[in-house]
């Protein structure tokens, strides 16, 4: 059995995560951050249960969003051994343009997600994403700015 996963490499897997999300990382990153196989995530857009389907929701939506920001606002992991199941909230800020709008509209709002983690080799982080649900609660928007 490998050592006990630790708070502190949850909260840098996360920012990590956000960050490559932020910076259009390519898809190739982002993979090394999921669990091949085993993967199950939820978007408002529909369930992500494989990496082929990761990238097509990928490409849609880094050709839609743009100056994106994750802010990481809280972390608490229960955690069993190499897995531990995490409560996320997250603030997020980013540009939505969608052809053939003149304008793009500004969106911020607050994410409430639920993650599980494992034990991983494949990337510097020790740890990779099973399970991501986007939605653990309905976004909470920011007064003034676009929903989804």
């Not at 956000?18 to 529909?46: N, S, T, V």
């Not at 409560?87 to 500004?106: C, D, F, H, T, Y």
């Not at 709002?109 to 990337?123: E, F, L």
């Amino acid at each position: 059995m490998s050592k006990p996963i630790t708070q502190e490499e949850i909260e840098r897997l996360a920012v990590a995560w956000y960050y490559a999300l932020d910076i259009h990382a390519p898809i190739e990153e982002c993979y090394k951050l999921l669990a091949d196989p085993g993967l199950r995530m939820i978007f408002p857009d529909g369930d992500i249960t494989d990496l082929p389907s990761f990238k097509t929701w990928y490409d849609r939506v880094t050709n839609i969003f743009f100056d994106e920001n994750h802010y990481v606002n809280s972390v608490e992991a229960k955690i069993s051994g190499d897995e531990a199941e995490v409560q996320m909230i997250v603030g997020w800020q980013a540009n939505l343009w969608v052809a053939p709008e003149a304008k793009s509209r500004r969106l911020s709002m607050t994410a409430t997600q639920t993650w599980r983690v494992r034990r991983s080799t494949k990337n510097a982080y020790g740890l990779e994403i099973t399970y991501y649900n986007a939605t653990t609660k309905p976004f909470e928007y920011a007064p003034g700015f676009a929903w989804l």
